[in-house]
C-alpha cells in the first residue's frame, strides 16, 4: 500500500504575522511547527503502513525551512519525504496551494490513499485536501474519525458529523480529512530521529512539476485578502468584586440598576 500524506508548516498560534500590503502571512523568521491536525494524518498513514505492508510519503509546499517539518513526519514513521519550494509558491491560496500539492502527487505516480488534516490552525478553511481530491478526480471522505477497515479496494470508514456518525465505503484511490479523534500521534523515536537526520530531502521547483507560473502563487490565487485590520474595542467594562457580603450586595445592585438603564428586560 502506498500512503501520501500532504502536511502544513504552520506558526505557532502566538507568533502569527500579517504582511498588510500583500494580505499574506508572514512565514519567514517565524518558529513554526507542524500543523496539529496533520500530526493525526501522520500517524494514521503509519498505523496503516504497519498494518497493510508499503510506505508512507510525506509532502509540503513551503519555505525552505519547511524541511524541519518533513524531517520530523520521518521521525514519527514515515518513509520518505518531498519538499515543494521557490518564491514562485509564496502567497498562494487554497486553490493554488491544492493545484500544486496535486501535481506533485501526480508526479509521484500510482498510490492507494492520501491522508490529510481536516484543517490547518492557520487559514482554518478545511479546502486544501478536498481541492486536491477534485483536481486529482477521486473519492473523497471529509472529517473521518475511524478508519475501519480496507478491503478488495475499498475503505470502510466513519466521519464525524454534527449530529452523529457516518459510515462510508469508497473506492480507493481516494482522499481522507481526518479529525483528532482518529488517533492520537505517537512521539519521534529515537532510531526516527537518527532516519530522519540521515534522510535525503528531494526539493522540488515548478519546473520539475512542469506547472506555469501563472498558476502558482498570488498569480495563480482566484482569491485575495482585500484588508486586514486589528479590531478595536470600543467599549468599556466594569468589574464588580465581591469579598464578602456587604460587596456582594452592592454588587448585585449595580448589576440591577445596569440592566433598568440598559433596558434589558422587557
Given at each position: 500500500m502506498r500512503i501520501i500524506i500532504p502536511i502544513k508548516q504552520v506558526p505557532e498560534t502566538s507568533n502569527v504575522r500579517m504582511d498588510?500590503?500583500?494580505?499574506?502571512?508572514?512565514?519567514?523568521g517565524v518558529e513554526s511547527i507542524i500543523n496539529p491536525l496533520d500530526l493525526y494524518a501522520i500517524e494514521a498513514g503509519v498505523q496503516l503502513k504497519e498494518e497493510h505492508g508499503g510506505s508512507a510519503t510525506v509532502l509540503t509546499m513551503g519555505p525552505p525551512s519547511a524541511e524541519k517539518a518533513l524531517r520530523e513526519a520521518i521521525a514519527m514513521g514515515c518513509d520518505e519525504a518531498i519538499l515543494i519550494t521557490g518564491k514562485e509558491f509564496a502567497g498562494s491560496d487554497t486553490w493554488a496551494t491544492a493545484y500544486t500539492l496535486s501535481s506533485a502527487i501526480g508526479k509521484l505516480g500510482a498510490y492507494d490513499i492520501i491522508l490529510?488534516?481536516?484543517r490547518a490552525t492557520d487559514g482554518d478553511t478545511g479546502q486544501v485536501g478536498p481541492e486536491i481530491s477534485s483536481f486529482l478526480d477521486i473519492p473523497?471522505?471529509?472529517?473521518?474519525?475511524?478508519?475501519?477497515?480496507?478491503?478488495?479496494g475499498k475503505a470502510t470508514v466513519e466521519r464525524l458529523l454534527e449530529d452523529g456518525y457516518e459510515t462510508l465505503r469508497v473506492e480507493l484511490p481516494a482522499l481522507l480529512t481526518v479529525v483528532k479523534e482518529i488517533?492520537?500521534?505517537?512521539?519521534?523515536?529515537?532510531?526516527?530521529k537518527k532516519k530522519a537526520k540521515e534522510a535525503e530531502i528531494p526539493v522540488w521547483s515548478r519546473g520539475i512539476l512542469e506547472i506555469?507560473?501563472?498558476e502558482l502563487g498570488l498569480k495563480g490565487s482566484?482569491?485575495?485578502?482585500?484588508?486586514?485590520?486589528?479590531?478595536?474595542?470600543?467599549?468599556?467594562g466594569m468589574m464588580l468584586k465581591a469579598h464578602d457580603e456587604q460587596s456582594a450586595q452592592n454588587a448585585a445592585k449595580e448589576i440591577v440598576k445596569f440592566?433598568?438603564?440598559?433596558?434589558?428586560?422587557?
Open positions: 498588510e500590503s500583500t494580505g499574506t502571512m508572514v512565514r519567514e490529510a488534516g481536516e473523497l471522505a471529509a472529517y473521518v474519525s475511524s478508519i475501519i477497515e480496507i478491503t478488495d488517533n492520537f500521534p505517537r512521539l519521534p523515536t529515537l532510531g526516527g506555469q507560473e501563472g482566484p482569491t485575495r485578502v482585500d484588508k486586514i485590520f486589528t479590531p478595536k474595542v470600543l467599549r468599556d440592566i433598568k438603564e440598559k433596558n434589558l428586560l422587557q
